[in-house]
């Protein structure tokens, strides 16, 4: 009796062990939904619909792009860490919207290190230092020289405290020894037409929102915040060039997927997407963007993720940024 006992357990723990490997190989059986915390037509979203239209080829099913604006980011994020671990639902975030809010806000709703898995990182964006036609400076050192002259009375716009272009500039100050002004804006574009006007004198915006301004000689670009000089603007020397030692900031678009993501499905999400960004087609149309494909699969982005918290939690805590919300 006891042997068929024990044959009757090892059979049901087989079948039980065979339909979890047989329901984790299924996978993707019905469509993908990838949620967007920002409205539709800014560079999150563009990069989202581009990866999606590559992945359905690779994953066999449609993936699906979900807008759910609002709350700085909140909102997707929710919905997101709301959802089932079932590898049906995940976001495209970054910088500005899994390192930078929670902090800035002692109330942000979630824990981004629990409640997230990350899954891989597909991109880089950097910052670009760009100021005003008006000021004589024509490179780094001549504005640190000018700024150092005029302590406390030149301004910097960002588009908003805790944003990635005010930490940016925040930790320019740090690095520098000078001293501006922040005035924070509902969005770039504000921010680059006082900029144009001589109202504000510099802005550390990313390089997709500002090529247009730079391109059009609106505004002047006198470094770009990469470890090494863009494709783009090749003629356009990095920070660590310009005499700013150790200056790298970069913006980052990265795949997280919800709190219990099975490791078999993140596994196979991030080799998708590895694929498509390694395409030659997905990597001119991000370029294209102002992007620039940069692939890690799930170790090597979460330990990047990690290093990004430590990093920018130095310089919210030294200069004491919050944001009560």
């Keep these: 009796m006891a042997w068929l006992v024990k044959c009757a357990l090892g059979?049901?723990?087989a079948f039980f062990l065979s339909a979890g490997a047989m329901a984790q190989e299924a996978w993707?059986?019905?469509?993908?939904?990838?949620?967007?915390?920002?409205?539709?037509?800014?560079?999150?979203?563009?990069?989202?619909?581009?990866l999606s239209e590559r992945l359905r080829d690779r994953l066999g099913q449609p993936v699906v792009v979900e807008n759910r604006p609002g709350g700085n980011g909140v909102i997707g994020m929710q919905e997101?860490?709301?959802?089932?671990?079932?590898?049906?639902?995940?976001?495209?975030?970054?910088?500005?919207?899994?390192?930078?809010?929670p902090l800035v806000n002692r109330n942000f709703p979630f824990d981004v290190v629990h409640d997230l898995t990350p899954v891989a990182k597909v991109a880089e964006?950097?910052?670009?230092?760009?100021?005003?036609?008006?000021?004589?400076?024509?490179?780094?050192?001549?504005?640190?020289?000018l700024a150092k002259s005029r302590p406390g009375r030149m301004d910097f716009g960002s588009t908003g405290v805790g944003a990635s272009n005010h930490l940016t500039a925040v930790l320019f100050m740090m690095t520098t020894g000078t001293?501006?002004?922040?005035?924070?804006?509902?969005?770039?574009?504000?921010?680059?037409?006082?900029?144009?006007?001589?109202?504000?004198?510099?802005?550390?915006?990313?390089?997709?929102?500002?090529?247009?301004?730079i391109q059009s000689g609106g505004v002047r670009i006198l470094a770009v915040t990469s470890r090494n000089r863009i494709?783009?603007?090749?003629?356009?020397?990095?920070?660590?060039?310009?005499?700013?030692?150790?200056?790298?900031?970069?913006?980052?678009?990265?795949?997280?997927?919800?709190?219990?993501?099975?490791?078999?499905?993140r596994d196979r999400m991030a080799a998708a997407l590895l694929a498509v960004v390694a395409e030659p087609e997905t990597q001119a149309r991000l370029r294209g963007m102002g992007l620039e494909p940069a692939g890690a699969g799930p170790a090597e982005f979460a330990a990047f993720f990690h290093a990004e918290l430590a990093r920018w939690k130095n310089?919210?805590?030294s200069n004491n940024i919050r944001v009560e919300e």
Excluded: K
Excluded at 83 to 90: N, R, T, V, W
Excluded at 125 to 145: M, T
């Design 231 to 265: 494709p783009q603007l090749p003629e356009v020397p990095t920070m660590i060039e310009s005499g700013v030692p150790d200056f790298v900031v970069t913006s980052w678009a990265s795949v997280f997927g919800p709190r219990g993501l099975p490791d078999a499905i």
């Design 179 to 213: 001293r501006f002004e922040h005035v924070p804006y509902r969005g770039s574009a504000a921010s680059l037409t006082d900029l144009r006007a001589g109202r504000i004198q510099m802005v550390f915006d990313n390089l997709p929102s500002a090529l247009p301004a």
């Design 125 to 145: 964006f950097v910052n670009s230092l760009v100021v005003s036609n008006e000021l004589p400076a024509r490179n780094v050192q001549e504005f640190i020289a």
């Design 315 to 317: 310089v919210v805590d």
């Design 11 to 13: 059979a049901a723990c």
């Design 28 to 50: 993707p059986a019905r469509p993908i939904r990838m949620i967007v915390a920002y409205p539709a037509g800014g560079v999150i979203d563009l990069l989202t619909r581009v």
């Design 80 to 101: 997101l860490v709301r959802s089932a671990p079932d590898g049906y639902s995940f976001t495209l975030g970054g910088l500005g919207g899994q390192v930078l809010p």
